[in-house]
């Protein structure tokens, strides 16, 4: 269940959500995430506050890191976001 503050979620409230840009198939912009957890050219990984985003391809290339902003370009297949909140602990 999300926390709710004037149709906004809390992390879009206390300006901790992530956002996700997609350009075609060609490239991704991702803006406030915590850090990249695996990076080669046929997978990145990456660990945002409240989720998991991996992009699947080829010939990925993470062409611009900063500070919570990175930019990832190359044949881009699929991309999947593992929401953690969903997860069960065993």
Same mark, same amino acid.
């Given at each position: 269940?999300?926390?709710y @503050?004037?149709n +906004? ?9 992530? =956002?996700i840009? /997609?350009?075609g *198939? ?9 850090k ?7 997978? @990145?990984?990456? +660990? ?8 699947w391809? =080829?010939?990925? /290339?993470?062409? *611009? ?26």
């Open positions: 269940m999300k926390n @503050i004037n +906004k979620s809390l992390g879009e409230f206390t300006g901790i959500a992530s =956002n840009n /997609i350009y *198939t060609k490239k991704v912009v991702i803006e406030s995430f915590k990249i957890l695996e990076c080669n050219e046929s997978l @990145i990984i990456i +660990k945002t506050c409240d989720s998991r985003i991996s992009l391809g =080829n010939k990925l /290339i993470l062409t *611009t890191y900063s500070s919570g902003y990175a930019e990832i370009t190359g044949n881009i297949d699929r991309i999947e976001i593992d929401d953690k909140k969903n997860k069960t602990v065993k």
